[in-house]
């Protein structure tokens, strides 16, 4: 029963998605075209802003990580 019910649903998004895009087509097109419009990065400037975010992750992950372990060393103490 659950299943028919997944695949009622699917389908009826589906189909809504459907009737968007038909009835908004101006909208798609206008989209397409500002796309056009962007001035897109270098792929050095994407590259080396990827860099960055992903030095970011690991530097803030390792600070929570961290954090995470001194909290726990101070709970174990106060606890037992």
Do not use: H, Q
């Amino acid at each position: 029963m659950l299943r028919i019910v997944n695949i009622v649903l699917l389908v009826l998004i589906a189909i809504g998605v459907i009737l968007y895009v038909v009835f908004n087509w101006n909208y798609v097109k206008e989209s397409f075209g500002e796309l056009k419009k962007v001035s897109w990065p270098s792929r050095d400037v994407a590259w080396n802003s990827a860099i960055i975010t992903i030095v970011f992750i690991i530097v803030f992950s390792l600070c929570l990580s961290l954090v995470d372990y001194v909290l726990n060393l101070l709970f174990v103490k106060l606890v037992g």
